[in-house]
């Protein structure tokens, strides 16, 4: 590299402050955010590149990682970065408006759609799995699902149970990169939470970034902590540290053991390399997926199998129990558990009233690496949003209960209109100095319409188009159209190969008067999709927005 490029190294924190290393704010924005997601406070194995979800990478291999961030300090104001599976491939004369960056990650024809080709291609150095926010470069650790979780637990406390949440418990499994955000979000609707994890190294990760109150090695003792916590009407969060298949049904015997709300988070979209078979310790599994990943693969599948048949168990005896969208049903259904799907997914259970509204997490970041900017954003959306409850709830609950990991960030759903009146203020703040640098304003590929995911986001919708993926399509060429920063489209993330596709969409506010033009027409097209798609799909809720709000919009506009 020419000696003015500035070299970087995985899990090294992105620069903060005022000062570029790159030729616009829109490049500086993609290099901090790429930096960002690997940041060691943020990504669960920065030394791998992965961030988050299995093996759910920022950039293919290490070349390709120095490869990119040289490329985004050489990129014009005027010129395309085009990534293939975390590769940089070419750079190109394109406009202003334009995106700056063009991500594809994991995408393939329908037909190869599957692990075992995706394998092939990958031990040959030629794909990269994006997940959803890792290969797109918006991911602000846990925090980016703890509001989603929040959402999900406290519609299920709504439904079940009137929304009392003392002296209830939620029971998981899976404290990895989104997974750690559960006891957070159980014990921010007031109730406790109990979670297995099996490698005690994730567990206290998520006790250091305050997301977990408390780890135990052996069930007695977790029970007991639990058992104090739930006759205090205290809300605590515990671990026992052990495999799933092993814990759980011991609990299952147990006269005490009786959570209100069950669900799961392992990696069980990926059996081979984030799923950890029975009988397996960590250091064992990280050996033998590299040795034998076809014997994994077949050992997580059974341990899978039985780990659903306990779920069912559950269900059985009445306890809500729903798939948190890791895809676990359909292994367990490879492996003779014809009923799995008798769990039911968590959009048709609490969330899809939200899509139809067009309200999804959106989320921003501070580049200036300030605390005291995202106080000032949290405060000015507080007063942006008087009478939304919701907002006003989240927006007192999260800043005090959420440490920051990376650069400062925040999570907040926001639905259609409200996004582009909150992306309008961030730019503003930007403006007038009160907001010391940029904003990246971004959303999790989960939302209402940029993604086709059949057993997850588009689970049973009305019309029975739960597979059809055109809608993912249009939401990115709709994004790229209205001058996104960064847009990405994605196959596997969430569900693993064959299950999925979704667009991610990335827009910085610099305060500049094109910004806030670019500002009005994503934030506007983006949550809009997610109207069209549930419209379309009969929804009443979004027919109503479409033919009220909206219409009346587009007069006021014209
Ligand atoms: P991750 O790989 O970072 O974490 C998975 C965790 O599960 C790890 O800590 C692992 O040690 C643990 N685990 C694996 N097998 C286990 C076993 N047998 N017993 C006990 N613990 C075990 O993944 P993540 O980012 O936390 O995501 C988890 C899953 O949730 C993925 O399938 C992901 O695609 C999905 N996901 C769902 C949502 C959502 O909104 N519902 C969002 C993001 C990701």
């Known amino acids: ?13 992105a620069p903060r402050g005022k000062s570029l290393i790159t030729k616009g704010w829109l490049q500086e924005a993609a290099l901090r955010m790429l930096l960002n997601n690997l940041d060691f406070e943020v990504a669960e ?48 004369k394109t406009w202003q408006n334009a995106p700056r960056v063009l991500l594809a990650n994991s995408n393939l024809v329908g037909n190869w759609a599957n692990w075992n080709h995706f394998d092939e291609l990958e031990k040959k150095g030629l ?33 079940h149970y009137k929304g009392v949440t003392k002296g209830r418990y939620v029971f998981s499994t899976g404290l990895g990169g989104m997974g750690g955000a559960q006891p957070l979000a159980a014990v921010l609707t007031g109730a406790c939470f109990l979670g297995i994890e099996v490698d005690k190294k994730r567990a206290e990760m998520r006790l250091k970034s305050g997301y977990l109150d408390e780890i135990h090695n052996d069930i007695d003792s977790a029970m007991n902590s ?97 798939d948190y969208g890791n895809n676990i049903r ?6 003779g558990v014809d009923n799995a799907f008798d769990i039911k997914g968590f959009v048709p259970e609490y969330i899809r009233p939200l899509f139809c509204k067009g309200k999804g997490p959106f989320r921003f970041v501070m580049l200036s690496g300030d605390s005291e900017d995202l ?72 939302d209402c319409g940029s993604v086709a995911s059949p057993y997850r986001e588009t689970e049973d919708m009305k019309d029975g188009s739960d597979a059809v993926a055109d809608w993912a399509l249009l939401n990115a060429f709709g994004n790229i159209s209205s001058g ?13 190969m064959g299950y999925s596709l979704h667009a991610g969409m990335v827009i910085v506010a610099d305060g500049s008067q094109e910004a806030s033009e670019r500002l009005k027409r994503v934030l506007t097209f983006d949550p809009a999709m997610g109207i069209f798609r549930h419209a379309d799909a009969g929804y009443e809720s ?17």
């Open 542 to 558: 979004s027919r109503k927005i479409a033919g009220e709000q909206m219409n009346r919009s587009v007069e006021a506009d014209s």
């Open 226 to 322: 639990l058992k104090n916590s739930l006759s205090e009407g205290l809300a605590k969060s515990i671990a026992i540290i052990g495999n799933v298949a092993d814990i759980l049904p011991i609990l299952l015997e147990r006269n005490d053991f009786h959570p209100s709300l069950v669900t799961d988070q392992t990696s069980a979209h990926d059996p081979t390399y984030g799923y950890v078979p029975q009988g397996y310790s960590m250091e064992q599994v990280f050996q033998e997926r590299k040795l034998n990943p076809k014997k994994v693969e077949q050992d997580a599948m059974q341990s899978i199998g039985k780990h659903v048949r306990y779920l069912l168990e559950l269900k059985n005896r009445g306890i809500p129990t729903f």
């Open 45 to 92: 194995k920065p030394e791998d590149l992965v961030v988050y979800g299995g093996r759910g990478k920022a950039a293919r291999s290490l070349p390709d990682f120095h490869n990119i961030l040289k490329a985004l300090q050489e990129l014009e104001n005027e010129e395309t970065l085009l990534i293939q599976s975390g590769s940089p491939v070419a750079r190109i």
């Open 375 to 446: 106080k000032k954003a949290d405060q000015a959306l507080m007063n942006l949003f008087p009478h939304h409850n919701d907002i006003q709830r989240w927006l007192s609950l999260a800043p005090k209960r959420i440490s920051i990991q990376g650069l400062p960030a925040r999570i907040l759903w926001l639905g259609y209109g409200d996004r582009l009146k909150a992306g309008l203020l961030l730019n503003e703040m930007v403006k007038s100095g009160e907001i010391s640098c940029p904003v990246v304003i971004g959303r999790d590929h989960l």
């Open 484 to 496: 996104a920063s960064w847009v990405s489209f994605h196959h596997g993330g969430g569900v693993g």
């Open 1 to 13: 590299f020419p000696s003015s490029t500035k070299i970087f190294t995985p899990g090294q924190p």
């Open 330 to 335: 359909a292994m367990a259904k490879k492996v």
């Open 127 to 159: 794909m990269m799995y994006g997940q959803m926010t890792a290969g797109s470069w918006i991911y602000i650790g846990s925090q980016g699902i703890v509001q989603g979780t929040y959402e999900t637990f406290y519609e299920a406390f709504q439904q």
